[in-house]
């Protein structure tokens, strides 16, 4: 910190001399990370190896660790912070945070603002999150994760040069930093302007630095099947499984090449090895419905969610950690539903989530997740109503969906209401709006809206264009809900251009 200024008479010069030269040895000292608080060794170390882990991609192995260190000294705040991360449930985050607070009195300045920093994401305020960011960063000139942090709130936003800026600055401060490298690489993969020879070479440097690290092997798989070496790509996630078998991203990894490589069934077996290993199984049986999508399969893939999300009732899990389950199953059998036109499936899909989402919102307990609660049922109502021809009513939901969202600094938070309106003019033959509306929601961030784009282009008879978003699309390889929708379509026209 700069000293403060001091205002001393003329014969206290000599004082004064003395004074501002400890103040400067003191800002020579270099602090690197985060100056943690507590009296406990043993706390220190826990955080400190959970801290190393987390750095490399393996977070349930670091939260174990998080875990002893809060064990070791139940007042160590930053370890309920950190721990938080890893939480499986809107009502442990939220916890979390609450019991950090009340232990941050005390603390460093770094830790108080990392308090204030999680916050935010329950506030969904990124204003405020690049804001301390920044401060962190600034304070803390000679730690790389303060840049690392500040590039990743950038990143968020969209900022590919100031995220890679930051991230840069980050290995400059440390060439080992782990996390630097692979913030560098994740930033190549997805951010525009991609570039995935790039993302590799920075993948590499982390395997270098961290050789016996399963999470640096999986960041160098994703960079092999981002470039469609889906052999390469499943050979390095073999291998992490082979340094960690006990590594769930490990399995699901390799089930996502082999997904791709059209090995169903022996990508669902990767999967059920993966959610084994897993605090939760429902990525699990998430990634299984989804082979079936990409078999063309879209009724059996709803089949599949929907009965894991009536196991999932007799399961004895704590309430929370039930309704964020059901929430992933139901929510994307309402993308289901929404992509292939069935209104009747929607709106008894909504009937359930509505209070489902509801109760997350409560349980996170901020007025602006209740916020964006009411806003993500607007934006439904709106695609709904549009799916039954009712366009009046779908422009004025998506409308209210917008004035919902004014108390919210996400610069991302008008995304789906451009969606909808896309969604509407394509249904209405607007094709030119459909354009205007689907390049405002973000498509470089989601690859279901980019298709869209590239939909509405192909039908405003923009062929260039439609084909060479389709082409991109068509390559991208990485799993989810929105790409098991569209892939055998997309990749059907990239054939036939």
Known sequence: ???????????????????????????????????????????????????????????????????????????????????????VSN???????????????????????????????????????????KTIADSFPDAPRAQVDLGFTYFVGNDATNARECFQKAVNLDSNSVSGYSALS??????????????????LKAVLIAPSSPGAKIALGDCYRAQNDLQKARDAYSKAVSLDPGSPEAYYKMGHANTFMGNYDEARQNYMDGGNHDLSKTAANQYTAYTYLYRGDHNTALKWLMEQATKIDSSGELNAKISSEKLAYLGDCERIAIHYGDVNQLNELMTIVTPLNTQAANDIGTQEAKIQN?????????????????????????????????????????????????????KQKNYGDAVNHFQESNPNLSVYNKYWLAVANEAAGNKDQANAQYKEVSEYNFNGIDYALIRNEVKNKARAM
């Open 1 to 87: 910190m700069k000293p403060p200024k001091v205002y001393l008479l003329f014969v206290s010069l000599a004082i004064t001399a003395t004074i501002l030269s400890c103040a400067q040895k003191q800002q020579r000292i270099k602090i690197t990370d985060i100056p943690v608080t507590t009296s406990s060794k043993e706390a220190m170390a826990s955080f400190r190896q959970g801290m190393t882990l987390f750095d490399q991609g393996e977070g349930q192995k670091a939260r174990t660790f998080f875990i002893k260190a809060i064990e070791q000294d139940p007042k160590l705040a930053v370890g309920y912070l950190m721990k938080s991360n890893t939480d």
């Open 91 to 133: 009502q442990e985050f939220a916890d979390d945070i609450s019991k950090a607070k009340a232990n941050i009195n005390g603390t460093s300045n770094w830790e108080k603002w990392y308090c204030d920093l999680y916050e935010t994401f329950l506030t969904s305020d990124w204003n405020k999150r690049l804001q301390i960011t």
């Open 186 to 203: 994740n930033s190549y993969l997805f951010l525009d302007p991609k570039d995935f020879k790039k993302a590799e070479m920075y993948a």
């Open 374 to 426: 009411q806003a993500t049922d607007e934006y439904l109502q709106s695609l709904l109503a549009a799916m039954e021809g009712n366009y009046e009513d779908a422009k004025a939901k998506a409308e209210q969906c917008k004035k919902t969202l004014e108390p919210i600094t996400d610069p991302n938070k008008l995304n789906f209401y451009h969606f909808s309106l896309g969604y509407i003019a394509m």
